[in-house]
């Protein structure tokens, strides 16, 4: 049988009405993210009779991800958790799927106020802009402590000793890993090695200061088994030619190293997913400002992984 094309009018109304729709859904993801309202409040205003329309076509995870401090791997650990599939709307879900889900979201709520996270590990690809982005940090916000790394690498024309790097042989890094004073270390692009001094952190963080770290993958892995309050925070390019644009136009690297890196960067991209927030480096001083906005949110460590503290 031919199929039967809706009249132009009420296509036109169709479309009016799912752009309405969308921008319901905004409001009121928005409305949680500002903490205007809680996500209990949304769920029950979804189960409702009659079920608010907004509330009820809001997919689960779009309402776990706008609630401040989730990220999107702890959504997808507490959707697993909860037997919730990826494309459940909040009105779509089973008697027992809305009990364990309303139990949950009370039990975050009544946690009481989570203490703010003040670690907060920077990490992406190859010339995303993550120096850019933390050297606007430390050049306009003096509240955040900046960790300062030791590397193996010489330092490039401009480079400051004991402001950009500390600058170590060999040696003298061996030796800083055998006394135990690195929170964490890593041989970065299959060249030099890299570490994070534990104790200038721990003082930083006892001062009551908020604290960064512009680390490479691996680095941003071992610092949250090490220490599970850390917030990681992925930048990502606006696009992978913008990527390619800014390794290729810095000219910092050779065509071999440039090929290597961008290498890299493909396997680093792939890891988006494990980091709690993903802020996009359209512009330095706007991705700047994302990264401190997320040192005030408050965050709940993950009762999934062992305290150290
Ligand atoms: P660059 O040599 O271009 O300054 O840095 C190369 C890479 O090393 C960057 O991805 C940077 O984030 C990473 N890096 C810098 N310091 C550390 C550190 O202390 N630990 C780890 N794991 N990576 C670091």
Known sequence: MPRIAPPDVDRAA???????????????????????????????????????????????????TSIPSLGPTKVARAMQQLGIAESKRVGGLGVRQRRRLLEWLHERENRGTPTPSRLVVLAGPTAV?????????????????????????????????????FFVSDAEFDRLVETGQMLETATVHNAF????????????????????????????????????????????????????????????????????RLETAKIELAAQDEFDHRVVNHEVGQAAREVVELMAIPHTPSPSRPNRR
Do not use: C
């Open 14 to 64: 169709a479309a009016q009405a799912a752009v309405a729709a969308r921008r319901a859904r905004a409001a009121v993801k928005h409305a949680i993210h500002d903490r205007s309202r809680t996500a209990v409040d949304v769920v029950e205003a979804a189960w409702a009779d009659p079920p608010a329309p907004a509330e009820s076509s809001l997919r689960v995870r779009e309402l776990l």
């Open 129 to 165: 802009g993550k120096g850019a982005v933390s050297t606007h940090i430390r050049e306009n916000y003096p509240d955040v402590h900046l960790s300062v790394s030791a590397t193996t690498r010489a330092p490039r024309s401009g480079e400051v000793n004991g402001v950009n790097y």
């Open 193 to 260: 090695r890299y570490g994070t001094p534990r104790a200038p952190i721990d003082e930083a963080l006892a001062e009551g200061k908020s604290v960064l770290l512009e680390i490479d993958l691996q680095g941003a892995r071992s610092v949250r088994a090490e220490m599970p309050e850390a917030v990681l925070v992925f930048l990502l390019p606006p696009s992978w030619e913008e990527l390619v644009r800014r390794l290729i136009g810095r000219d910092t690297e050779d065509p071999v190293e440039q090929q290597r």
